[in-house]
């Protein structure tokens, strides 16, 4: 069982940034992808972005394309999001998930596909 744990959500200003840290742990070796999404009270999950885990291809939401960047360091295990230039939309629970299929490697991925999740982690932009 693949176990993911979050960290570095928090609350800043309007036009700040933050980094959240996705750590992977147990039986790693069969990811194909690992993405970010976030959730906002009364609204649906939604994609972020993703990475593909042997070569870093990316594919990014529109709401936060050329804000937001995905990245990853094979030897932590360990999936970063740099979000910069936040605006108060942005706030949400931010969830790290990790799957086996291709299918999660695409642009706009259904949180269908991924396997595993993390337990989430507040952002909170104020204006």
């Known amino acids: 069982q693949v176990q993911l744990v979050e960290s570095g959500g928090g609350l800043v200003q309007a036009g700040g940034s933050l980094r959240l840290s996705c750590a992977a742990s147990g039986p790693t070796f069969r990811t194909y992808g690992m993405g970010w999404f976030r959730q906002a009270p009364g609204k649906d999950r939604e994609f972020v972005t993703v990475i593909r885990w042997s070569d870093s291809l990316t594919y990014t939401g529109d709401s936060v394309k050329g804000r937001f960047t995905i990245s990853r360091d094979t030897a932590k295990n360990t999936v970063y999001l740099q979000m910069n230039s936040l605006k108060p939309e942005d706030t949400a629970v931010y969830y790290c998930?990790?799957?086996?299929?291709?299918?999660?490697?695409?642009?706009?991925?259904?949180?269908?596909?991924?396997?595993?999740w993390g337990q989430g982690t507040q952002v909170t932009v104020s204006s």
């Open positions: 998930a990790a799957g086996r299929s291709p299918r999660t490697v695409v642009n706009g991925a259904s949180p269908r596909e991924f396997d595993y």
